[in-house]
């Protein structure tokens, strides 16, 4: 019987010693930066898309797509690809909805945060920054994806746009501290 224990205390050992391993291998390295992960570790990573523009506090009579892609709305920046709204929820007082409006050009999503972030339209102030996506789980699992209205990324995006949730989630935390000193 003790040579049973010493060998259940091995496996134990051994898997405890793997699983930890397996942890450091998941984080992200401080050279993660200058090349792409592995696929498989990609489910972790959102990307900024730096021509998807994200706007909350948009008026609920204005959520429609026609309509934000007037001239005298979202239209004036540039060609817009594709237009996402987020409706309110059913019995909500919620007055407000928000949408993912993807330009043709980055240049032009720049151009819409810069004049619409901070600004209000009918009243209501808005909010616009550049939106984030996560890689599309057929891309990560080197599979086809087949879905022509998928919206999630099929290539490794660029370096800088790239995140991991916790590195994010210490950028909020950090910037939380910098804005109650």
Same mark, same amino acid.
């Given at each position: 019987m003790? &040579?049973? @224990?010493r060998?259940?205390?091995k496996? /134990? ?15 992200p ?11 498989k570790?990609?489910?972790?990573? /959102? ?5 998807? =523009? ?6 609920t ?5 026609d309509?934000l ?11 817009i690809?594709? !237009?996402? !709204?987020?409706h309110?929820?059913? @019995?909500?007082?919620?007055?407000t909805?928000s949408?993912?409006?993807?330009? =043709?050009l980055?240049?032009?999503?720049a151009?819409? *945060? ?6 209000t ?10 939106g984030?996506?996560?890689? &599309?789980?057929?891309?990560i ?8 209205? &998928? =919206? ?10 790239r ?13 939380? =501290?910098?804005?109650? *000193?």
């Amino acid at each position: 019987m003790p &040579c049973f @224990g010493r060998v259940v205390k091995k496996n /134990r050992e051994r898997k405890q010693k793997e699983k930890n391993e397996k942890k450091v291998s998941d984080r992200p390295s401080a050279n993660s930066k200058s090349q792409p992960p592995e696929r498989k570790q990609l489910h972790n990573y /959102r990307v900024v898309q730096r021509n998807l =523009v994200y706007v909350l506090g948009l008026p609920t009579a204005l959520s429609s797509e026609d309509t934000l892609r007037r001239p005298e709305y979202f239209g004036k920046f540039g060609k817009i690809s594709k !237009i996402v !709204i987020l409706h309110r929820t059913p @019995g909500s007082s919620q007055t407000t909805t928000s949408a993912y409006i993807t330009y =043709v050009l980055k240049e032009d999503a720049a151009a819409a *945060i810069q004049v619409l972030d901070g600004s209000t339209l009918e009243g209501h102030p808005l909010k616009a920054s550049f939106g984030t996506t996560k890689y &599309c789980n057929n891309w990560i699992r080197s599979l086809p994806c087949n879905n022509p209205d &998928c =919206v999630y990324l099929h290539d490794f995006g660029d370096d800088e746009d790239r995140f991991t949730k916790e590195e994010i989630q210490v950028s909020l935390a950090t910037l939380s =501290v910098f804005v109650i *000193i």
